[in-house]
């Protein structure tokens, strides 16, 4: 492993870092116009930048002790690299002249836990640039930028959720989005709670699951309907005419939009948690995002007496978990539940809180 200090020597560098982000409700909503609830976690992703005199980008990332390079007019290869190139990417067609640099990356954003480790690499890599380049670019644009080098990139039709999630939200806050308009809001926590994260321990990636599948489904889906996207469509009965899988893809849409817009106007810890549950349910049955393993897990939360409601939290196909706990019990149920659930032949760990991230 390469520490930054060897790897820039005496060069200047700049550092920026962005956080992963929890989706507390609102899943498969973004990509639809709809609404989310997510709100940041305490993992972030770091990125150093320097200016480098051969002509080359090159990255180091210390997770995963891997080194690319490629030169300014060429792609990078296939990876972390191909997020950063489309950073810079986008970053060139709004006319910037970005010279050739190195970064150096490390991340306590846990990958393959529908956490949005990738979002975070992207709004992380965007400050850095915007730092060491002097730009004026706002938040929101650097989010959109995310979501393009990630859909372009990346290959993954993403929303921008993630993007927004990572480049607006903290931890003490939901961050209420309207994927639409990109009206943001930030909110309290319901009263009395707190948030608890566990890893299922099954990676997933949005490239390799049938993420784009599901995105393309909702698209018919609104064809079908005559809509511009589901988030047009406020009374679920609406979508029962359709032929399956639409009919059951964009119930969900539907009912997961009404359950953030009823959590926003009254978002007491009970109710909320109770919309959490319905969520996943309807991840489970009418979206087919979720595995035995999640429900295996959000079971085992949702029987503790300090847990509101639980859910998968991501697109699902593996990944994490979120419960709403009752304040200052998170750490408590979280230690009890991995315990229990890793028993079974698992290997579950702690995200939030993250002083028990490896339990």
Do not use: W
């Not at 321990?201 to 511009?228: D, F, I, K, M």
């Not at 049955?285 to 939360?301: G, H, I, K, N």
């Amino acid at each position: 492993m390469i520490t930054p200090d060897a790897y820039f020597g005496a060069v200047p560098v700049v550092a920026a870092s962005a956080p992963g982000r929890v989706n507390l409700l609102g899943e498969h909503t973004d990509y639809n116009d709809g609404y989310m609830l997510p709100c940041a976690t305490p993992q972030r992703t770091r990125v150093m930048l320097a200016l480098a005199a051969d002509g080359h980008h090159q990255f180091y990332s210390a997770t995963l002790d891997e080194l690319v390079r490629f030169e300014r007019q060429c792609a990078a290869p296939p990876g972390f690299g191909r997020y950063l190139e489309g950073c810079i990417r986008l970053l060139e067609e709004r006319g910037v002249a970005v010279p050739a640099v190195r970064g150096h990356i490390d991340s306590d954003v846990p990958p393959g836990a529908g956490l949005s480790s990738s979002a975070a690499l992207e709004i992380a890599m965007l400050r850095a640039l915007r730092q060491l380049l002097g730009l004026q670019i706002d938040d929101v644009s650097l989010a959109l930028m995310g979501q393009q080098a990630e859909i372009r990139y990346a290959q993954v039709n993403c929303g921008v959720m993630d993007q927004m999630a990572s480049s607006l939200a903290d931890e003490r806050h939901m961050l209420l989005l309207d994927a639409r308009t990109l009206r943001h809001e930030l909110l309290a926590l319901p009263h009395d709670s707190e948030v608890l994260v566990i890893d299922s321990g099954v990676p997933r990636t949005l490239a390799g699951s049938a993420y784009n599948v599901r995105r393309a489904e909702c698209e018919q889906a609104a064809r079908l309907l005559g809509v511009a996207a589901l988030r047009d469509v406020r009374e679920p009965s609406v979508v029962e005419g359709l032929p399956e899988p639409y009919r059951r893809r964009a119930r969900h849409v539907v009912s997961e939009n009404l359950r953030v817009l009823q959590a926003c106007g009254q978002h007491g810890p009970v109710l909320f948690g109770q919309l959490m549950t319905l969520s996943h349910a309807s991840l489970r049955d009418d979206y087919e995002v979720s595995l035995p393993v999640l429900d295996t897990l959000v079971a085992l939360l949702s029987a503790q007496s300090a847990v509101y409601g639980a859910r998968l939290t991501g697109a699902g196909f593996g990944g994490a978990c979120v419960a709403l706990c009752r304040k200052q019990c998170a750490a408590s149920t979280g230690r009890t539940v991995v315990q229990r659930f890793n028993a079974e032949g698992h290997s579950a760990r702690m995200v939030v809180p993250p002083e028990l991230s490896l339990v």
